[in-house]
């Protein structure tokens, strides 16, 4: 086993990431898609907080063709740390920053015929003996970025068909591929395809059509068409819907130590606010992690693991530091696990996400740079 750590550890908590189990995922992913499909390893935010360089660099290992961030920002980290592969921005770009995108050969993705129209005005040349790679982006309803109607995309042919743009691509978003009604799903999956018909028929040639993400690679195949976008499941986070279809591995462990053990009285108060009260006398231990390490307020009434029990916050989280009640007294140094296994206990992102109303991935992506990650190989 490898084990590498992206910077010196000089506190109590620490995140290990498994990129084995990465790669595990992604080739899992890939088995149970059509031979023909590419596959987009989509590590944005950091890798959803998993490390980019380091889950781009795996998921090259793993036979990802391409690579999908956020924004440029995130294209150029990637760039200037050796990754090759190609990669896609899935947030437009200021139309000035275009000779950036092209000298790093990045793709980038498009929506309106006025973006080009200020992109040439602000580039004043065209880019021969390079050329734009764009991905045209469709909204087939989730509402948030893209073409709705034909009369738009006719608006974008004549800069489409430029000599120096490259069409490598059209694809859309689904807004609930991971839910039990499918119907809405269907309804988007049929709107691409009119709008794919409208490609066809305007003679734009495109590489590569593309819709689904993970939850609905992992449930519906035969949406994969040329390209699927794999992002939460390559770490582990899978549609419940999907859950005894496929078995994805957790990548991201996190764990701390008690920082200090007391006794704390009946009626005593522990944290801002008197949040908590203690009803008996009690044990209460001080954990190293808080908010400003993305471990949000709402995370107040969740649990941790200590020697195999599970124990409760209690009061508010603050800035650096959380408490917890303890069924005994532990020694100073005792690890916590926060997400992860102890003893016959496992607390998932999943779990933890439920005091947000979120998703598992928003757990995973919410920790901040103060929180060091370990690699395991």
Not at 193 to 209: G, L, P, T
Not at 222 to 234: C, F, K, P, S
Not at 284 to 308: F, K, N
Request: positive net charge; charged residues 20%.
């Amino acid at each position: 086993m490898i084990t590498t750590v992206a910077s010196e550890i000089y506190r109590n908590t620490w995140a290990e990431v498994n990129l084995s189990a990465i790669g595990d995922n992604l080739r899992t992913i890939k088995k149970r898609l059509p031979a023909s499909a590419k596959l987009m390893a989509v590590v944005k935010a950091d890798g959803y907080g998993h490390g980019a360089l380091e889950t781009a660099e795996i998921a090259v290992r793993s036979g990802a063709d391409t690579l999908g961030v956020a924004y440029l920002s995130e294209a150029l980290k990637l760039r200037k740390q050796g990754i090759e592969l190609p990669i896609l921005i899935l947030t437009p770009i200021k139309p000035q920053e275009v000779p950036i995108a092209i000298e790093y050969d990045l793709m980038v993705t498009v929506t309106a015929a006025a973006w080009f129209k200020e992109m040439r005005r602000v580039c004043m040349h065209t880019f021969y003996p390079f050329s734009l790679k764009v991905h045209v982006k469709m909204d087939t309803g989730l509402g948030r970025l893209g073409i709705r109607e034909k009369l738009e995309w006719e608006e974008m042919l004549p800069w489409l068909r430029a000599s120096d743009i490259i069409v490598d691509g059209v694809f859309t978003h689904f807004a609930t591929a991971g839910g039990t009604d499918t119907g809405y799903l269907r309804t988007q999956f049929d709107r691409f395809r009119e709008m794919i018909a409208w490609v066809a028929s305007s003679q734009v040639h495109v590489n590569v059509f593309h819709c689904a993400n993970s939850a609905a690679a992992l449930r519906f195949p035969e949406m994969a068409m040329d390209m699927v976008r794999i992002g939460a499941a390559m770490y582990g986070f899978g549609p419940r819907t999907a859950a005894g279809a496929v078995k994805l591995d957790a990548a991201l462990s996190l764990y701390s130590s008690l920082i200090q053990v007391k006794r704390l009285k009946k009626g005593g108060y522990v944290g801002y606010d008197q949040a908590y009260r203690a009803g008996r006398d009690e044990w209460v231990g001080t954990v190293p992690i808080g908010y400003a390490d993305g471990w949000s307020q709402s995370l107040r009434h969740s649990q941790m693991i200590i020697d195999g029990h599970r124990v409760p916050v209690i009061g508010k989280i603050g800035m650096d530091q959380i408490m917890i009640r303890l069924p005994r007294e532990y020694a100073v140094g005792t690890k916590v696990t926060l997400i992860g296994e102890n003893g016959r206990e496992r607390i998932t992102c999943e779990e933890l996400a439920a005091n947000l109303g979120g998703a598992g991935q928003e757990i995973s992506a919410a920790l901040t740079t103060r929180v060091t990650r370990i690699y395991i190989d």
